[in-house]
């Protein structure tokens, strides 16, 4: 059974940094992998999208990596803005015979960046 | 605009009283699927539908109902809501029933409370 799991479950820094999010599945059997942004009571937006063949993607300041064989992905944000202060979720879409196109979420990490 | 849109983003009801969140998409998606998110749970797959006329129970269907008459819509129904079932709910939706190589697209969410 596929299980994801997001450390920290909350991380603070000041405006500027560079900093690390990370994500880690059980089964490598995976078609992708993607981070999302939920803001506090709202949807949620798809930021980047891994295919398993790919090691990594970039959107602007984000950029995700992907390693299948440890079963690990980070998020990395470059120069963080306090516009950036969200909860990142990584999701896994379930995999094989019995898929029901349902994605696998972490728990997510809530980012607060700070003036 | 591409989007799901859902209905009513806000609902405080009581133990009992029959109610109904719309779903719809414009993007002509075969797949559509609703998610409940609740602390330390993360999000949990409640319905999801195949196509038209095809509907099947995700991780966590007791106490709902859904229909898929229409290919844009997707409506959640709770018959007798009770107290558990105070989450907040995504309706979501792909071109690709497996997500292998496509996301899917959330609503906004509903925030229901049910006393």
């Known amino acids: 059974k596929q299980e994801v799991t997001q450390i920290p479950a909350a991380l603070s820094v000041p405006e500027g940094e560079n900093l690390v999010l990370n994500c880690s599945f059980t089964d490598s059997a995976i078609y992708n992998l993607q981070w999302f942004r939920q803001d506090p009571g709202k949807g949620l937006t798809s930021l980047l999208l891994?295919?398993?063949?790919?090691r990594e993607q970039t959107s602007g300041r984000l950029n995700a990596s992907l390693d299948k064989s440890s079963g690990r992905s980070t998020l990395y944000i470059a120069a963080s803005q306090p516009g950036d202060s969200a909860t990142y979720l990584c999701a896994v879409p379930k995999h094989g015979s019995s898929n029901t196109g349902k994605l696998i979420f972490g728990q997510g990490t809530t980012l607060q960046v700070k003036p | 605009e591409a989007q799901v849109t859902q209905n009513p983003r806000y609902l405080i009801t009581v133990t009992g009283k029959k109610l109904t969140v719309t779903c719809s998409q414009n993007m002509n998606h075969e797949y559509m699927s609703w998610y409940r998110q609740d602390p330390g749970l993360g999000l949990r797959q409640i319905y999801y539908s195949m196509n038209v006329e095809v509907t099947d129970k995700g991780d966590v269907p007791e106490g709902y109902k859904v229909s898929r008459k229409e290919k844009r819509n997707f409506p959640l129904i709770l018959e007798s809501p009770s107290p558990n079932q105070t989450s907040l709910y995504f309706c979501a939706s792909s071109s690709d029933k497996v997500l292998r190589t496509d996301t899917q697209y959330f609503g906004p969410g509903t925030r229901l409370t049910v006393l």
């Open positions: 891994i295919q398993s063949s790919q």
